[in-house]
């Protein structure tokens, strides 16, 4: 990935605002990249049995484009 492409520090946009706006200050607790997923996922979408609204659907997609490990390394304290 050229470095034009990166935000902040970070991988992509979203990567740095999932981290800025759901974990930033965050205690680390989770022990996988796909725990800090999920999480996220359940913050976004709080009740996953009813039908997604299209901001849901947005929001889900913007989820994907997030680099899970570069957040978990971070929130664990190690350099990206």
């Known amino acids: 990935m050229s470095e034009y492409q990166k935000y902040n520090g970070w991988t992509n946009y979203e990567t740095w605002r999932v981290h800025l706006e759901i974990f930033d200050g965050s205690d680390c607790w989770w022990s996988t990249p796909d725990e800090v997923r ?26 994907q484009n997030v680099n899970w490990n570069e957040i978990w390394r971070a929130l664990k304290g190690e350099a990206a």
């Open 38 to 63: 999920h999480y996220a996922e359940s913050v976004v979408i709080e009740d996953s049995e009813r039908q997604l609204s299209l901001a849901e659907s947005y929001a889900l997609a913007f989820l």
